[in-house]
């Protein structure tokens, strides 16, 4: 079953680098303009919605409507803006994090619009599972350009400085694997595919860079199966180099902490927690970890502070929460209805 199609039946770093310091003539800010603050942003299916709030102040939220059809399930941020794949909609909004204005740029027809991983301050890449191609997205004028034949059903996307990796579920027709899923590597310079990365496990869904420099995937398997994996992937040698099986029923997503843990959720079980640099499972599917009593987890993430963010669809009827992690306090953060996936940012002017 297709991520967007799955979390619809289941339910139906940007890194704040700036220190502050005593104004002075050479202050970047100047006088009079607000220095960079980190911001969280939340995508939320079923009210489509993006829920926005300071990771220092996070009462002081705000809903931002992103459009008025679709079925968005992934995100990506950086700096001022947003970019949200709209699913059913081919279309991706971006969207201006300090102003609230949105821009609908269109994707080729029956596109599917799921995934997206900036590339730089201008371009992010979304992917059109229905069409095994990805569309590079020019963020300020709001154009699409060619589409790049990838892998069999594209739904996640990760980038580093040199390259794309574009995360293939390798569907059919009836949204169950086909075969093991794959990654193309496409040169962002020039739009070609520079490689194909072949993986052991089944249907990867989500991506993120750990500390050590690789690419830690998390291939959720086929529903009902309880066959969800990890596969470690070099991203200069352009190969998986591990491959690790046991992450239970259908994982979704992955965030990766500084100290080299990787917290991958399920909406099946809560949150699995990883030791990537001895290998191991700290809290495996069967010893989740349950923030605040909750078996259920629909993304997760880090802020600068390291403190660890949990989506909690509840039964995608009503307004639901995120939970923040901090040692052994956990806070409630309103969000929209049905949030499936959470980003970080610095923005100016906030």
Known sequence: ??????????????????????????????????????????????????????????????????????????????????????????????????????????LPDNSGATGVAFWNDSIAYVGNPNRNTVSRVNVFSGVAGPEIDVGVYPQAIIASRFW???????????????????????????????????????????????????????????FGQGDGSLSVVDPVALTEVEHEPGFGEFPGDIAIDDGGFAYVSSFFYGIAVWNISEGGFRHSPFDPLLPDGHAISSGVGFDSDSRLYSLIPGDCQAPSVALRSVDDAVEEIAVGVCPVGIAFTDVEGQ
């Open 164 to 222: 794309v990796f574009v995360l293939n579920g390798e569907l059919d027709a009836n949204f169950q694997p086909a075969r093991t899923g794959s990654i193309t590597v496409v040169d962002p310079k020039a739009d070609t595919v520079r490689a194909t990365i072949s993986l052991s496990g089944f249907n990867p869904s989500a991506a993120a860079f750990g500390p050590d420099g690789l690419i830690y995937v998390i291939n959720s398997g086929t």
């Open 1 to 106: 079953m297709k991520l967007q199609s799955m979390r619809t039946f289941t339910v139906a770093l940007a890194m704040l680098t700036t220190t502050l310091v005593a104004c002075s003539d050479d202050d970047p800010t100047g006088p009079g303009v607000r220095p960079a603050a980190e911001i969280a942003v939340v995508v939320n299916s079923i009210d489509l919605s993006l829920t926005v709030f300071p990771v220092d102040s996070p009462q002081d939220r705000r809903a931002i409507g992103i459009a008025q059809a679709g079925s968005p399930v992934s995100l990506a941020a950086r700096n001022n803006l947003a970019v949200v794949p709209l699913g059913l909609l081919s279309a991706a909004a971006v969207v201006d994090l300090t102003t609230d204005d949105v821009t609908s740029v269109p």
